[in-house]
């Protein structure tokens, strides 16, 4: 399942609170949307500085991967039990979710047989 970049998901989203995203270029991104300097044009998700699990990487390049990211502390990760998806974490540097759920319509078969390959390969 992946996440949808709307309205809803961008009020419950907490990337613009993470340490990770205290960058000069995040912040001015933000002030720029709170300003409506963007005009009335829709916003491109690669170009919104929050939502990373629905739109993938930040563009900017001071972002600090030393700091611990709070995507498991948003609503919108235990809700879509992101947990299980590909990345767990880090959205803003790794990349949009893809959901995984085990079982049901989710189920990726040829995810979860890579996951094993990847953490039970043999060693003699």
């Known amino acids: 399942m992946e996440i949808e970049f709307n309205v ?3 009020e419950k989203c907490r990337c613009l609170e993470c340490k990770v995203q ?3 270029c995040v912040h001015d991104k933000a002030i720029l949307l709170q300003e409506g ?4 044009s829709l916003i ?3 170009e919104f500085p929050a939502l990373h699990c629905a739109s993938g990487i930040e563009h900017c390049p001071d972002l600090d991967r030393k700091e611990e990211c709070l995507c498991r502390n948003c609503p919108i990760y235990a809700e879509n039990d992101l947990e299980t998806g590909t ?3 880090y959205f803003c540097l790794d990349g949009s979710s893809t959901s995984c759920c085990l079982g049901g319509e989710n189920f990726d078969e040829e995810r979860v047989a890579e996951t094993l390959r990847h953490y039970y390969r043999r060693t003699d």
Do not use: D, H
């Open 8 to 10: 809803e998901n961008i």
């Open 44 to 46: 491109e998700p690669k």
């Open 87 to 89: 990345p767990t974490l």
């Open 37 to 40: 300097a963007l005009g009335s």
């Open 22 to 24: 205290k960058s000069q």
